[in-house]
C-alpha cells in the first residue's frame, strides 16, 4: 500500500491531509488516462481508496460523494498477473501455512477463512455468536451487501474450539470478536496486521508471497466446479457473473472437462469384456434354439402338408 500511496503523492502532488473531491477527480482523470496497464490501475485505486477510508474516517462519505469515482465493477477488477490458477493456494499448501502458523490464533484464523471464503473484513469483524460449533455453521454478514449467509464448517471447527480455550481475555462473550486487537478486547483484529502476518508465513512455508484474499479465490475456484449456480451465488455472496473474477481453471482442468463431457470415452475392463463374452454366448444359444424350433416346425408342417396332399 505504501508504494501505491508514494505514486499517488508524487503524482498528484497532493499532501496526504488536503484530499478533496475535485483534486480525488483530477487524480483519477490522470490516472485513467495513464500508460499503466488496467490491472495496475486497479490496484492503485483500491489500495487509494483504502487510505481515504482511514485517513478521513467518518467524514470520507461527505467528502468524497461515498467514494463513488473510485468504485470498481467490472470483470477486470482482480488482476489475473498476480492471482490466477497458479498462484493461488496448490494442494497441501493449505496445510503447510497451518502448520507452519506461530499460535492457535492465526491456525483458527487461517482454516475459518479457506473454508468459508469469507472476505478478510467479514472474518476478522464478526463474532462468536455468529458460531455454531455443535451444528458445523458459522453465520457471516457480508461487509459488502450487507446480507448475511450461513455456510458449512468442518475442519476448522476443532481449530476453533482449541483456539477459543486460549482466548486471550476472560470468559469468553457472544458480543466477543472472534479475532480481536492485541490490547482491546472491543476491537477486532487490524486487517493490516492480517496482511503482514499471511505475507511473512507464506514465505516462510511456501517460498512465495500471497494475501489473505488468496484463501478466498482458492476456496471460490473449488466450488465453482462443485456447486450448482444457485447455491454457489448464495455461498459466494456475489452473483453468478462475478464468478469469472474468481474462476482460476488451469490447462488440467480444461483437458479433464472436456474429456469427461465432450469426448466421454471409457475403455472397457478385462470383467467388463468377459461378461460381454459371456452374454454373447447365451444370445447365440438362443437364437440357435430358436432356429431348431423353427425347423422342426417348417419339417413338421411339411409332413402333414405331405400327408393331406
Not at 490491472?39 to 487509494?48: C, E, P
Amino acid at each position: 500500500m505504501e508504494r501505491q500511496l508514494l505514486m499517488v503523492r508524487d503524482v498528484s502532488e497532493v499532501p496526504y491531509d488536503k484530499w478533496n473531491l475535485e483534486k480525488l477527480r483530477e487524480f483519477l482523470a490522470i490516472l485513467n488516462n495513464s500508460y499503466y496497464a488496467e490491472a495496475t490501475r486497479i490496484d492503485i485505486k483500491k489500495h487509494f481508496k483504502r487510505f481515504l477510508r482511514e485517513q478521513y474516517k467518518k467524514d470520507y462519505r461527505e467528502l468524497f460523494d461515498d467514494l463513488r469515482d473510485l468504485r470498481i465493477t467490472n470483470e477486470k477488477s482482480v488482476n489475473q498477473e498476480k492471482i490466477n490458477a497458479d498462484t493461488i493456494l496448490q494442494e497441501g499448501e493449505l496445510g503447510k501455512l497451518i502448520r507452519g502458523a506461530e499460535s492457535l490464533k492465526l491456525k483458527a484464523l487461517i482454516i475459518l477463512m479457506a473454508e468459508t471464503a469469507g472476505r478478510p473484513s467479514e472474518i476478522l469483524t464478526a463474532k462468536f455468536k455468529s458460531l455454531k460449533l455443535d451444528k458445523g455453521q458459522m453465520n457471516i454478514i457480508s461487509t459488502k451487501n450487507k446480507t448475511s449467509r450461513t455456510l458449512a464448517l468442518n475442519e476448522s471447527i476443532i481449530h476453533l474450539r482449541r483456539y477459543k480455550q486460549e482466548y486471550p481475555y476472560p470468559k469468553v462473550q457472544p458480543e466477543d470478536f472472534i479475532f480481536p486487537s492485541l490490547d482491546d478486547r472491543k476491537k477486532h483484529m487490524p486487517i493490516q496486521f492480517l496482511q503482514t502476518k499471511i505475507t511473512k508465513l507464506s514465505i516462510a512455508t511456501l517460498g512465495r508471497k500471497i494475501t489473505p484474499y488468496f484463501l478466498r479465490h482458492t476456496t471460490l475456484n473449488f466450488w465453482q466446479k462443485h456447486l450448482t449456480a444457485k447455491v454457489y451465488e448464495k455461498a459466494a455472496d456475489h452473483s453468478i457473473q462475478m464468478a469469472s473474477q474468481y474462476s482460476h481453471l488451469n490447462k488440467q482442468d480444461i483437458v479433464d472437462e472436456m474429456l469427461s463431457k465432450v469426448y466421454h470415452i471409457e475403455e472397457v475392463t478385462k470383467e467388463e469384456r468377459e461378461e460381454i463374452k459371456m452374454f454373447k454366448e447365451e444370445i447365440q444359444k438362443i437364437v440357435e434354439a430358436q432356429d431348431k424350433k423353427i425347423k422342426s416346425l417348417l419339417k413338421q408342417a411339411e409332413i402333414i402338408k405331405k400327408a393331406q396332399g
